[in-house]
């Protein structure tokens, strides 16, 4: 036989179990996680809602105040009270993961979780604040 | 990050409490805020980063929720360009604002 005669050795596929497509409804904690990563759609339609708001505020008063009385209208007031219940959810999952992704060692010894988390909270505060004054006036 | 730590209040005043009468923006007061272009920046990096969020999240829920593993260049294709088209709008509506 040449040294080169193309014989290659033969292995099997690795076995890969099949997962069906609604795996994440087997247990509760999975679909709390599929939720929390749905919670970015409400996300980018706060950024897009925001975005149209300034549009419409360039667009004249007749436009802005009818998208003022759109703004009011009861399905709308609810879809956005849900949209404010999942941005909620979005903000609290995410500054919990803070203590587990930021670990801060200063002089040897570890920062503690409580601190770290007591930071970001503060931060929330601080930037809901902030935004309050933006908005409502000094 | 950015979104975690401004979008509940938003959503609260502007969406909320404001239709509800509770709070008062006139819309004067608005259109003063957004009169400068630091504002007008910081505005159209909350909307980017709020759009590529999602786009990066969605991404891999879809991937790994619906075990879509085989479109995964399709998903991103569409996510992250949907994203990235969207903030094109964002700048063109921030930049002609009067």
Do not use: C
Not at chain 1, 105 to 112: M, Q, V
Not at chain 1, 122 to 137: R, T
Not at chain 2, 58 to 85: E, K, M, P, S, W
């Amino acid at each position: 036989m040449r040294p080169d005669s193309g014989y290659r050795l033969y292995h099997p596929k690795w076995y890969r179990r099949r997962m069906p497509i609604f795996w994440w409804l087997g247990k509760f904690s999975y679909t709390k996680f599929i939720t929390r990563e749905m919670t970015s759609m409400a996300v980018a339609y706060g950024g897009l809602l925001l975005l149209a708001q300034i549009w419409m505020l360039g667009r004249g008063e007749q436009a802005y105040q009818s998208f003022l009385s759109w703004l009011r209208l009861p399905a709308v007031l609810a879809f956005h009270l849900a949209l404010l219940a999942a941005v909620l959810l979005h903000t609290i999952t995410w500054l919990n993961l803070a203590p587990q992704a930021l670990v801060v060692r200063l002089g040897g010894r570890r920062i503690p979780d409580g601190v770290i988390l007591a930071g970001h909270y503060l931060a929330w505060l601080v930037a809901s604040a902030a935004v309050a004054w933006l908005l409502l006036g000094r | 990050m950015v979104t975690a730590l401004v979008l509940p209040a938003l959503v609260a005043l502007l969406w909320i409490a404001v239709p509800l009468g509770w709070a008062d923006a006139p819309r004067d007061r608005l259109i003063e805020l957004l009169r400068s272009p630091l504002s007008r920046l910081a505005l159209f990096g909350f909307v980017t980063l709020s759009l590529f969020h999602w786009a990066h999240r969605f991404r891999y829920t879809l991937y790994d929720g619906l075990q879509l593993y085989h479109l995964n260049q399709l998903i991103a294709a569409v996510t992250y360009g949907i994203a990235t088209l969207l903030t094109l709008v964002a700048g063109a509506i921030l930049w002609t604002f009067p």
